[in-house]
């Protein structure tokens, strides 16, 4: 026998309301599905992970649009959920990381040259702490600025700059130590 869980009417969403954040969220997906599955891949290093993140995030978003109290920060609330999501499930894992990232393909000597500098990158990209990791991938690889990181990441702008600037430091190291 099936039972129904009853929400007080004060909870219950409104037929317009679930209507607004069906058509809210789905045109936020749209506009960034691609990219925060590309930032979500950055992270956890695999492609099912990132899906998987990034769906829980909309998903999160859809279920709790009639709390948000500024809309038009929609965007950062899903990326801040997605960071999140990366972050749990690189907790989950049991083996450290080891993606294949492979290159554009243009010619055999290209694709060698290229294929080989990318897999050292990134692979010292993943040997980084996990926030110097984000604050990485989201300034140059996301392009956002100081600010949209901060309120990505929850931290404030001296956070982001500080959090930054050791892992450049950091990653030229790991990259010295393996030329």
Avoid: C
Avoid at 77 to 88: D, E, H, I, K, Q
């Amino acid at each position: 026998m099936e039972t129904k869980t009853v929400l007080p009417e004060r909870e219950r969403p409104t037929a317009s309301v679930a209507h607004d954040a069906a058509d809210a969220v789905t045109e936020l997906y749209r506009g960034h599905a691609l990219g925060l599955m590309r930032l979500a891949l950055m992270m956890v290093g695999d492609r099912g992970t990132a899906e998987d993140v990034v769906q829980d995030a909309f998903a999160g978003l859809y279920k709790r649009w009639s709390r948000l109290n500024d809309r038009d920060k929609a965007l950062t609330y899903v990326r801040s959920a997605v960071l999140n999501g990366s972050r749990t499930a690189l907790r989950r894992r049991r083996r450290p990381l080891r993606a294949v990232h492979a290159a554009p393909v243009w010619s055999a000597e290209a694709a060698a040259m290229v294929g080989e500098d990318r897999r050292e990158v990134m692979d010292a990209l993943h040997r980084l702490p996990h926030r110097q990791r984000e604050a990485l991938v989201l300034r140059f690889f996301a392009d956002l600025s100081v600010e949209e990181i901060a309120a990505a990441m929850r931290v404030s702008t001296g956070t982001v700059k500080s959090t930054t600037s050791r892992a450049l430091a950091a990653l030229g190291r790991i990259l010295e130590v393996e030329q």
